[in-house]
């Protein structure tokens, strides 16, 4: 069992940064890729970011690519969500997930791979 908990939302306005964090607890000495999700209000859930068990490998939805940042610190069992020139179209609830995974390369880009998830943090954008 891993557990996983987000922390770092908050109330920023349009063009600041924030950074998302994620510990994860439990079986963590299993491998396993990461990735945080999203959803906004009236909104299905929807995929932002993915990294490999690695690092090695990372993936992005369209709405953010070049905007945020994935990251991890396995030693510290911390994944990161680094997001800069924030929209108010970026405001939602945002999760992070954890699948096992001993790839180097696998990003899980679907909800249906991952098998843990946070309770989620709260960004909101204001304009």
């Known amino acids: 069992q891993v557990q996983v908990v987000e922390s770092g939302g908050g109330l920023v306005k349009t063009g600041d940064s924030l950074r998302l964090d994620c510990a994860a607890s439990g079986r963590t000495s299993s491998r396993f890729a990461l990735g945080w999700f999203r959803q906004a209000p009236g909104k299905k859930r929807e995929f932002v970011a993915a990294i490999s068990w690695t690092g090695v490998s990372t993936y992005y939805s369209d709405s953010v690519k070049g905007r945020f940042t994935i990251s991890r610190d396995n030693a510290q069992k911390m994944v990161y969500l680094q997001m800069n020139s924030l929209k108010p179209e970026d405001t939602a609830v945002y999760y992070c997930?954890?699948?096992?995974?001993?790839?180097?390369?696998?990003?899980?880009?679907?909800?249906?791979?991952?098998?843990?998830w946070g309770q989620g943090t709260q960004v909101t954008v204001s304009s």
């Open positions: 997930a954890a699948t096992m995974s001993g790839s180097s390369y696998f990003t899980a880009r679907q909800q249906f791979e991952y098998r843990y």
